[in-house]
């Protein structure tokens, strides 16, 4: 159950934090992954293949028409195929509302929301003709709470949320799916630099009591992306330890 053997995935974001955690998952659920990222991802591919992944890093850019495209016809000339996509790429420019700049605000909606028309757009005609596909995108639990200095962040992962409810009544139809995972606090390289008092009172309010570790959010992402998954479609999964009300 929930294998990917002979499955091809495609994790956008995958050269850092939880996008490592779901490439490493998805390997060892016997998928190829195809790691797309801004910055250099060899390193993290060298390190799964030397223990026997199949995986290769293309440079994308998923704000860009054009570097998703190519991305995407290089994979489907080796490989063939493209199943699951995962939009794990997303970046956060927090300020308070009234100090937020025009270009903080559009640079969180183009890399977290336009990214998805994106992706999308150049993945789903392979998976319509497939007739088959797995597409879910990174929400956040701050999409449901709110967080002070993220209006532009919760908006996006809001809008996540309601691009996969709409998406998902028109791709059904082919077996595609779309959903999405909102990770609660994740233990990534941004969360290492927040001092250890803080990190330790936001632990004391997650009922299993401990930080959400990339491979957590791999295992949420791989359960919706496998094929037993089928009847659940447009659902926004919370991974996030408990921390309820949402
Ligand atoms: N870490 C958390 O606690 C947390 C909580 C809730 C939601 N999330 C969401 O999960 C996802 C991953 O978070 P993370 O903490 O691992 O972040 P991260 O910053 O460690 O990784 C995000 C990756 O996306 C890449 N990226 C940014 N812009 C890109 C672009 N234009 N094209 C391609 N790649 C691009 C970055 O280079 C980076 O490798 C994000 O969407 C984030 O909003 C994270």
């Known amino acids: 159950m929930f294998r990917l053997d002979g499955q091809v995935a495609i994790v956008t ?24 990222d801004i910055v250099d991802g060899q390193p993290v591919v060298d390190e799964i293949t030397a223990n026997g992944g199949n995986i290769f890093y293309q440079k994308v850019d998923v704000t860009s028409k054009e570097s998703t495209e190519s991305a995407v016809a290089e994979i489907m000339e080796k490989h063939g ?8 790429a997303g970046i956060i420019r927090d ?29 789903l005609p392979h998976m319509i003709e497939a007739q088959y596909g797995r597409i879910v995108s990174a929400s956040s ?29 028109e791709v ?11 990770p609660g606090f994740i233990k990534t390289a941004m969360t290492d630099s927040i001092p250890k008092e803080i990190i330790e009172g936001a632990i004391k309010q997650i009922p299993i009591r401990r930080i959400g570790l990339p491979e957590d959010m791999g295992y949420a992402y791989l359960f919706l992306a496998s094929k037993e998954a089928e009847f659940i479609n447009g659902i926004t999964l919370h991974a996030n330890g408990g921390v309820y009300p949402i």
């Open 13 to 36: 974001g995958g050269a850092q934090g939880i996008g490592v955690g779901i490439c490493k998952v998805f390997i060892e659920a016997g998928a190829t992954v195809a790691m797309w």
């Open 81 to 88: 195929r493209i199943d699951v996509l995962i939009n794990n």
């Open 95 to 123: 300020k308070s509302f009234m100090k937020m700049t025009e270009d903080q605000w559009d640079s969180v909606m183009n890399v977290n929301v336009k990214s998805l028309y994106v992706t999308a757009k150049a993945v």
């Open 141 to 169: 639990i701050n999409a449901m709470n709110g967080a002070y200095g993220q209006t532009n962040y919760s908006a996006s992962k809001a809008a996540i949320q309601g691009f996969t409810r709409s998406l998902c009544r």
């Open 172 to 182: 059904g139809k082919h077996r595609i799916t779309v959903n999405c995972v909102a």
